[in-house]
């Protein structure tokens, strides 16, 4: 593997988000080990509904990094916007998400491929900006959050969401004291460019930051085949030939180095709420 953070290396891009089924699957085992922590998309939208002057009569709504379109879905369901657009750099999960939209009647959800430095919007078109889980794709989230800034209407409202650089210390411990990747504690984080401590002074360069909430979520993964199914497709370790994407194998070394247990591990997950500057209409 290269030297270059995974989340930030554009030759990484395919192999990670190329084939849904390889986030499905480690989004599935992260949230089936979930024991606290409010589920993401229904907070966003109760911030929403919080800060937004009138949340009950939004018009657009974008969903920056939408992948599978879950918090899309959402927003549209729960806030009834005039529309949502849920945006997303990875063709294969868009495919997903407008298959999930299929059976919907009476909301207006629509997914667009497109790189989220240069928002396909009109300035000044959006009541809201979603961006969870996906600034620290970027090697420049600051710009991303301009263009944000640009999208949003006098008033607009973005709800950023990030997780803290320590997120799943645990796991890397596991990691190293399996022998599956001996420095897996000493690799940067996977959210360097954007992340608990640093995402609401990014915000505030183009934004105005109107609050920054904390939440640490915790996950216990029943045993080894559980950590397994999580760790196949995590980009974080340098794992040896034959394990990268192979959730039996993982397990049977796993089973080899050490007894099976459960594994407690957290992430703090910090929401910024923020306006367009200049305030209210």
Do not use: W
């Amino acid at each position: 593997m290269s030297g270059i953070n995974p989340f930030l290396d554009p030759a990484r891009q395919a192999e990670l988000y190329g084939h849904a089924s390889r986030l499905a699957g480690r989004s599935s085992a992260l949230m089936r080990a979930k024991t606290s922590g409010r589920p993401i998309p229904d907070t966003i939208v109760a911030l929403v509904r919080d800060h937004h002057e009138r949340p009950d009569r939004l018009g657009l709504v974008l969903d920056l990094g939408c992948g599978r379109g879950t918090s899309s879905l959402t927003l549209a369901k729960e806030l009834r916007p005039r529309r949502v657009i849920g945006l997303d750099a990875a063709s294969a999960l868009l495919e997903q998400a407008r298959l999930r939209t299929r059976e919907l009647h009476g909301l207006s959800v629509t997914f667009h491929q497109g790189d989220f430095h240069r928002l396909p919007v009109t300035a000044g078109s959006c009541d809201v900006v979603v961006a969870a889980f996906c600034l620290y794709h970027s090697p420049r989230p600051q710009a991303v959050v301009a263009e944000i800034g640009r999208a949003l209407a006098p008033g607009g409202l973005a709800v950023l969401v990030t997780k803290s650089l320590d997120s799943y210390r645990e796991m890397d411990q596991l990691v190293a004291a399996a022998g599956l990747d001996p420095r897996a504690e000493q690799h940067e984080s996977l959210y360097v460019s954007a992340h608990s401590g640093n995402l609401a002074g990014l915000a505030a360069v183009s934004l105005d930051v109107l609050t920054v909430e904390h939440e640490e979520h915790s996950f216990t993964f029943d045993g080894h085949e559980h950590v397994a199914e999580y760790l196949a497709t995590n980009p974080k370790y340098d794992l040896a030939p034959g394990l990268y994407g192979n959730a039996d194998a993982l397990a049977t070394t796993l089973h080899e180095s050490m007894p099976d247990r459960p594994l407690t591990t957290t992430s703090l997950v910090t929401f910024v709420v923020t306006q367009s500057r200049g305030g209210r209409k």
